[in-house]
């Protein structure tokens, strides 16, 4: 599956791939990829594997050149299918030399936004952040002067279905690999998280999996809790349970009001987003049923 991003352009030659795959863990798996690359004359220059024991899965992510290939690219992709489709791989190949098209969806809170945007224009985020859509029309003014389109989707209980098929528009007309949930306030359908698994991700403002659902912040202070965090994970059906990507805490006491829980919220809410599309759109994120492996 061909697709495009990049971690840092400047840092790799313009013939670099990223490849990251998952597959039962076997003899043969390790020699049947640097054997192909050896006789390829592709040169690897980053890589990092994993075995896990419980479900016997070895996850690999690695970042190779071609500027010494012997064969033609497609022919190389070919006999790379070939070795996938015999060791069971769940594969992906991109240039290092493109980035994600990424589309943020937010209500009326901001600041992930502005983190996202803020990074993005520096250089910080490897992606291309395409679009901004959202269900109030708050943020429309910091996404016009990032140069963004903001798409404004009102939704009510009555129009969701309508909403959501104006959503998918936005993501085919834009042609978005990753939708970026940056405190949206609404719960997605089923049927929508389906057709998103493992393009879809969201920030969850408490360190799950405690404290799902509505106002954390204040479920975490009538418990007294002494850490308060923030969870960027896939997105499922099964609200606030997907696959974690990145955690956040910072610790407090008893003399931490929830007004302030809150504040402080924002930057571990912040930092946890921006860190989990960092390592989405390296490639560096594998899932591993309801887990992931970070490469």
Request: glycine share 6%; charged share 20%; proline share 5%.
């Amino acid at each position: 599956m061909m697709s495009l991003y990049s971690q840092d352009a400047q840092v790799h030659k313009p013939g670099a791939y990223i490849l990251s795959f998952r597959c039962p863990d076997q003899l043969g798996v390790v020699s049947g990829y640097s054997g192909l690359f050896y006789e390829c004359g592709v040169n690897i220059s980053e890589i990092s594997n994993y075995t896990d024991p419980v479900t016997n899965t070895f996850f690999l992510r690695c970042v190779f050149e071609t500027d010494a290939l012997n064969i033609p690219l497609e022919a190389f992709s070919a006999r790379f299918a070939t070795l996938a489709d015999r060791l069971q791989m769940v594969y992906q190949i991109r240039p290092v030399s493109a980035f994600p098209r990424v589309a943020i969806a937010v209500s009326r809170y901001d600041h992930c936004l502005v983190s996202l945007l803020t990074k993005w224009r520096s250089g910080a985020l490897p992606a291309e952040i395409v679009a901004v859509v959202g269900n109030h029309a708050d943020c429309r003014p910091l996404a016009e002067w990032y140069g963004l389109p903001f798409y404004h989707l009102p939704i009510t209980a009555e129009t969701k279905t309508q909403q959501e098929a104006q959503m998918r528009e936005v993501l085919v007309e834009q042609n978005v690999d990753l939708l970026v949930l940056a405190r949206y306030m609404q719960i997605l359908s089923d049927e929508l998280c389906k057709d998103l698994e493992g393009r879809a991700i969201n920030i969850h403002h408490s360190f799950l999996p405690g404290f799902k659902g509505a106002r954390p912040y204040h479920q975490a202070y009538e418990r007294g809790v002494k850490v308060i965090g923030a969870t960027a994970h896939y997105v499922t059906p099964d609200l606030d349970e997907g696959p974690i990507i990145v955690q956040e805490v910072r610790p407090i006491d008893h003399e931490i009001s929830v007004e302030q829980m809150v504040h402080l919220g924002h930057d571990i809410e912040s930092t946890a987003l921006c860190q989990a599309v960092r390592l989405h759109c390296e490639q560096r994120v594998i899932l591993n049923g309801q887990r992931t492996v970070i490469l």
